[in-house]
């Protein structure tokens, strides 16, 4: 009998961060602490950024298309960056802070000019996180929230759209984009036209990508996954680093009292901000 409770779910980011550092996994997805039970995550300036960035682009969905620009982007990031702004987006300093917060006007701006997309209606998905049983036999759920899905009327389809406020190009490689298909086209009933990923840091418009392949990225996803479980069942998360890497170390240094707590986040997790250097 299905039992989602006894299962071991994975995602997009849990997966990403099982094949960076398996230590970095347990940290971030297992671990809690002692006294309040709670799941650990920092905060950095580049998280910050994006969080406010996809929250303002988040909110559009749920508007009219007629409506859907009536207040200014601008004026929704000003209120929403108050949730990130000094300490608890992890800036150093006034200038830090507003060195970031220019960058995310700029990505708002190339979208009020160039809106593209985010005129044409969109689906959501009911359900706050997305999942399905990647696997019954082997008890997996693969669950993810999709950034947009753009309704296309013509075909009765939907575009997956995606969006990136880093500075960098997503690997080619990576699974986000198959995960996403799988998802979108598990949780809800109609077809997925197209996969799209919008770089809103450089890009004025979206860039469409090859659909991917069912078969194979179900393969893939699920071999990752099973490794996810055999590790989570052996207890063994291990850093192929002597001294912790890039991924574990922010983690290591909140268990080990380093890091500054500033509050639990609407997963509640209890987030922390970390010395400079420690990111």
Known sequence: MKDKYSAV????????????????YYLRNVYRDPKTNHKISFMAPTLALGQAVH??????????????????????F????????GQKGGFADAADEEKYKTRGIAMLNRIIDNPGPLRNKAIKI???????????????I????????????????????????????EDPDSLQLPIYYLLATHCQNRAVS????WYINHDTEPVSLDLPDPKLSEERVLEIAKRVQLARKLGRFVCKE???????????????????FVGINHFGQDVYVLPSGNT
């Open 9 to 24: 779910w994975v995602s997009h980011s849990s997966i990403s961060d099982y094949l960076k550092c398996p230590r970095a």
């Open 55 to 76: 929250e303002v682009i988040e909110s559009l969905s749920l508007v009219p298309i007629e409506k859907r620009f009536e207040e200014s982007l601008l004026t929704k």
């Open 78 to 85: 000003d209120r929403i960056w108050k949730k990130v702004s």
């Open 126 to 140: 009911r359900e706050p996180l997305p999942y399905y049983w990647l696997s019954e036999e082997d008890n997996i």
């Open 142 to 169: 693969l669950c993810g929230k999709i950034d947009w899905l753009e309704y296309v009327e013509a075909s009765d389809s939907v575009k997956i759209l995606d969006f990136k406020t880093g500075k960098f190009d």
């Open 194 to 197: 197209g996969v799209m990923y």
């Open 242 to 260: 002597k001294d912790g890497c890039r991924a574990c170390r922010p983690l290591e240094a909140i268990i080990a009292g380093k890091a500054k």
